[in-house]
């Protein structure tokens, strides 16, 4: 794969970041150098944690790296940066208050690919684990070949799945949902460090309770596929009798608004309910995305008055701590690969 080379930090004005995809056959971006998503209870580990300004991509930016280390399961070192935007004012009221991060302390932020090269530095080669990590490494690849550098290419572990397993009655997934079901510290959630600590201490728990032993970790993921009855959606079902728990489309509600670009709504419905989600009408407490076609996941949806009614209610829903995400169509394709 070829790249443009740059002659200095800021995204190319005549390339759009979609310029530096591969897509396949279906028209689904993939990323060839991503490294392999693991099933193992390592020692020696990196924590990833990333605040964005939205979650696809595409269109949006990182705003702060945060990292730990971990050797024979300690913290030893700790690794935290803001990453200034191009286009500081996407940075919207509704992230800021997420997230706790304001213009103000994004003033004297480095500009990502300084960040984003130290923290490959940082990680050398380790396992990288995440909650949910994929949508963290995804950012940090995408940013770095529109930056003109090599993308991260570490072996990953999602925390997310371990936990979908391990934990199969909550309500939801959130990692505060995991932590306060586990008695774990869940102050200053929705900032990297933070999130970070937390989600070593949920994997630890879990590693501890599942042991070292391979067969034992073996086991627990021949487990995580689960049969069951198929989904009763009102229009689209599906045939499938077996779904993979740990999938992130698992027992969620998904509802799509706008046009999609690469399928119709009924076939992104259909992958939905053969993933084990189910779809909704409308967007309610009991939905977990709101997927947007991309037309209208853009940086001009971020002005209250371009938002659909959709989305200002799932935003609404968010705030006040509902299990809710809204992602593009883009990063829809994304979970269906993980």
Same mark, same amino acid.
Request: proline content about 4%; overall charge negative; glycine content about 6%.
């Given at each position: ?6 002659? /200095? ?14 897509l ?7 990323r060839?150098?991503k490294?392999?998503?693991l ?26 790296i ?12 700790e ?31 480095e500009?990502?690919?300084?960040v ?6 940082f990680a ?38 371990? /936990? ?15 932590a ?13 460090i ?9 994997y ?5 309770v ?14 995580a596929?689960n ?36 399928m119709?709504?009924?076939?992104a ?18 939905t ?18 371009g938002? /659909?009614?959709k ?16 992602? /593009? ?10």
């Amino acid at each position: 794969m070829s790249l443009v080379n740059f002659e /200095s930090n800021t995204k190319s004005m005549e390339l759009r970041k979609e310029d530096f995809f591969i897509l396949d056959e279906n028209g689904y971006r993939v990323r060839p150098m991503k490294g392999n998503s693991l099933f193992m209870f390592p020692d020696d580990y990196i924590i990833l944690d990333l605040e964005t300004t939205g979650l696809d991509p595409l269109v949006d930016d990182i705003l702060e790296i945060g990292a730990i280390k971990v050797v024979d399961n300690v913290i030893i070192e700790e690794f935290q940066r803001f990453c200034r935007p191009d286009d500081i004012s996407m940075l919207s009221g509704f992230i800021q208050k997420l997230t706790g991060i304001t213009p103000e302390m994004l003033d004297n932020a480095e500009h990502p690919i300084n960040v984003i090269k130290d923290f490959m530095q940082f990680a050398g080669d380790s396992i990288i684990l995440g909650y949910n990590v994929h949508f963290d490494i995804n950012f940090l690849y995408d940013e770095a070949l529109t930056r003109n550098i090599s993308p991260i290419k570490n072996d990953l572990i999602d925390v997310m799945r371990f /936990s979908k397993r391990f934990l199969s009655d909550l309500p939801d997934y959130k990692l505060k949902t995991v932590a306060q079901e586990l008695d774990i510290d869940s102050t200053g959630s929705h900032r990297a460090i933070a999130d970070c600590k937390i989600t070593h201490n949920v994997y630890q728990h879990i590693k501890n309770v599942i042991g070292n032993d391979g067969n034992a970790a073996d086991e627990f993921y021949k487990k995580a596929i689960n049969k069951r009855k198929p989904l009763d959606c009102k229009d689209i079902t599906t045939d499938k009798t077996e779904f993979d728990i740990t999938h992130p489309l698992y027992g969620q509600v998904c509802v799509f608004t706008g046009t999609l670009e690469k399928m119709n709504r009924k076939q992104a419905m259909q992958l939905v309910v053969d993933f084990g989600g189910e779809n909704g009408k409308s967007v309610t407490k009991k939905t977990n995305f709101l997927v947007l076609g991309n037309n209208d996941y853009c940086p001009l949806i971020k002005d209250p008055d371009g938002k /659909s009614t959709k989305q200002l209610k799932a935003e609404k829903l968010k705030e006040s701590g509902q299990n809710i995400e809204i992602i /593009s169509e883009n990063v829809f394709y994304d979970m269906l690969e993980m």
